[in-house]
């Protein structure tokens, strides 16, 4: 996208996002104007007499990238920059799968790493405990139903040593058809996103993405 080509001829593209996350998009849109107009009193080639000609050509650049923010507005830019920020949280983010069955924990991970996600993947709760220590995973997708330690034990655990990791469980609608409403109830209590078998790949991406971004 040319704003993106536009901060970073800047140079402030990733103290952009930073700040968007720190403090804000309107903080950082503000930021990137002011940075804009430094620049370009720094390019004049009144400042620059022994090297005019190419003070005038990156001036004349920097009033065009000028012009392009300028037409689209401050609240333009903080909305993109706002946008940008989310997917570049989220782009190559580290997510463990937990899952017993083999050909459901192939179908998950293939479709995962499909949308850019680097996954590793167990097929039980003391296996996805040592797959957490190794891959230091920013999310956890995990069955309730696993061998040795059930999926709720196993959030717990990885909690307990990683207040900051995202969890999402998974369970069986045929499997947990009485007590399912329970399950959730318990999961969502523990601040866990939920999703009941068989899903959609999209419903389990939004509360992806959601568990990432927040």
């Excluded at 797959?131 to 999926?151: K, N, Q, S, Y």
Aim: charged residues 25%; glycine residues 8%; contains cysteine.
């Amino acid at each position: 996208m040319q704003w993106d080509r536009d901060l970073i001829y800047l140079g402030v593209y990733d103290k952009a996002l930073g700040m968007t996350r720190d403090l804000g998009p309107r903080a950082a849109a503000r930021f990137v104007r002011s940075s804009i107009r430094l620049l370009i009193k720094s390019y004049h080639p009144d400042a620059n007499p022994q090297c005019a000609g190419a003070a005038k050509e990156g001036m004349l650049c920097l009033n065009r990238i000028k012009e392009r923010f300028d037409l689209a507005g401050e609240e333009a830019l903080a909305t993109y920059l706002a946008g940008r920020a989310q997917t570049c949280a989220v782009a190559d983010a580290r997510i463990l799968l937990v899952e017993p069955d083999g050909e459901l924990r192939e179908r998950f991970e293939e479709g995962l790493r499909n949308e850019g996600f680097m996954v590793r993947t167990a097929s039980n709760g003391v296996q996805g405990m040592l797959e957490h220590f190794a891959f230091r995973p920013m999310l956890v997708i995990t069955e309730f139903d696993l061998p040795l330690m059930d999926g709720l034990s196993l959030a717990a655990e990885l909690n307990a040593k990683d207040p900051e990791i995202g969890v999402i469980i998974m369970c069986s609608r045929q499997n947990h058809k009485p007590d399912g409403p329970k399950l959730q109830a318990r999961a969502e209590a523990s601040g866990y996103g939920f999703i009941e078998k068989p899903f959609k790949p999209s419903q389990l991406y939004n509360l992806v993405y959601t568990g990432l971004s927040t």
